[in-house]
């Protein structure tokens, strides 16, 4: 006996239904085109990679999250962890056939094997863009500038933008007596957890690398009060001339960021007083070199999509998105007037008006504008025995209930407008 199967979804899966899916789609539409409008250009690469291309560049802490498996033909392989090792994967592998400099923008899913909570899961699309080629620090102000104008774009007027300096939290760390690379980068990694965990909390950690109590409170006292260094004063100072609203940005010496591959400035973005960032990102020059290409400086940051959408969700911001983006139904009256019904929508269409036809002919008109009122769909257009006589169409409002009769010729001149997608 065959047991029943209970329809579920994975732990840290999901699926997106229709609404989901418009505010997904709202937000992915607002990224592209603010990163077309700086000259980036659309990328994308495998979900499976070589397992050797993926280990090995994160830490070993996030090493521990990639998918790994053998696949059938014996090969070690991974999904993909982030777009940021693939695309420098790219760079290396294309090395003649991409022109320096190279701006991408690359939006797919990637996989983390870690547990699932609020805000975390184990698949999610990430929303790359990255500026290659490039050593100087106006491309990182840029980068910064492509995450505020994303942001101002959809509606946020309470984020700001954190930025560091990777060469200038090392430089304390020697400072301090930390010089060994391993210790830095675990040290650096527990560091990065300084606006989530109590101090206290943190020394302890910190006293488990082998340092003494002194010299973790000492670390931290320092890297509180540390000034920008000169690279990051000249970042600081384009996105000035860039025109960026000093509200929205600011010099965090706290910043770490946790992957192991960021050699220089590094941001992140955080909305209200929420704790998780909705932005990432930073320089990392020597990563392309380390897949096995040419030394490539490079600097990028990854979108949060699950996050921002999460936030417009819970500010009721994006209620107006959850309607369908379709302006028009046309109903059909009865069985002898589907070819009518049909030639209308395909004219609507035609015009470029969002048009669907109800599909079922045997259906009662005012099944048909439920229909379309469920959806949130504004217009329906009726056609029946005495539009068919005076060659024209009745126009229902379903926002007021107005309608009026319009003549075919005339319904190119009609608004159909949908106050949802202005």
């Known amino acids: ?31 592209k085109e603010v990163f077309e409008s700086f000259g980036f250009e659309p990328l994308e690469t495998p979900s499976l990679e070589y397992a050797s291309t993926l280990l090995g560049k994160y830490g070993e802490e996030a090493d521990r999250l990639v998918y790994t ?26 090395r003649d056939e991409i022109s320096l400099p190279f701006k991408r923008y690359q939006i797919q899913r990637v996989w983390r094997a870690e ?39 959809l509606g946020f ?16 760390l020697e400072e301090v007596g930390i010089t060994e690379k391993n210790q830095q980068l675990e040290v650096l990694r527990i560091v990065d957890k300084l606006d989530k965990l109590p101090e206290e909390k943190l020394i302890e950690d910190l006293q488990k690398k082998n340092l003494s109590y002194s010299t973790c409170d000492r670390l931290l006292n320092m890297i509180k009060q540390t000034v920008p260094d000169e690279n990051t004063e000249r970042i600081l100072s384009y996105l000035q001339a860039m025109g960026l609203e000093e509200k929205y940005y600011c010099f965090d010496p706290t910043l ?81 007037l589907v070819d009518e019904s049909l030639k209308l929508t395909t004219m609507l269409q035609s015009m470029d008006v969002f048009t669907e036809i109800y599909l079922d002919p045997s259906a009662k008109l005012d099944k048909q504008l439920k229909y379309a009122d469920r959806k949130g769909i504004p217009y329906v257009v009726i056609l029946g025995p005495d539009e068919i006589k005076s060659n024209k169409v009745t126009i229902k409002d379903l926002r007021t209930g107005e309608q009026e009769m319009v003549g075919r010729k005339d319904l190119v001149n009609f608004q159909f407008s949908n106050p949802n997608f202005q």
């Open 256 to 336: 770490v960021r946790g992957l192991d591959y960021y050699t220089g400035p590094i941001f992140e973005a955080v909305v209200g007083d929420s704790k998780n960032s909705v932005a990432g990102g930073g320089r990392y020059d020597n990563l392309i070199k380390q897949m096995g290409g040419p030394n490539v400086p490079a600097t990028g940051c990854s979108l949060g999509l699950d996050r921002i959408c999460e936030i417009l969700s819970e500010r009721g911001s994006a209620n107006k998105l959850n309607q369908a983006e379709t302006q028009v139904l046309v109903t059909i009256f009865d069985e002898s």
């Open 115 to 153: 547990k699932p909570q609020k805000g975390r899961f184990r698949e999610f699309v990430q929303c790359d863009f990255d500026i290659f080629g490039v050593a100087s620090p106006l491309a990182d102000a840029e980068i910064i500038a492509v995450i505020y104008q994303v942001l101002k774009k």
């Open 157 to 172: 007027d309470d984020f700001k933008i954190r930025i560091n300096s990777r060469p200038l939290l090392f430089s304390i």
């Open 69 to 94: 498996f053998k696949d059938r033909g014996d090969r070690e392989v991974g999904l993909i962890y982030d777009l940021t090792v693939p695309v420098s994967r790219v760079l290396a592998t294309y």
């Open 1 to 31: 006996m065959n047991k029943k199967i209970k329809p579920q979804t994975l732990k840290g899966f999901r699926d997106f239904l229709p609404d989901e899916m418009r505010i997904r789609n709202f937000v992915l539409g607002v990224c």
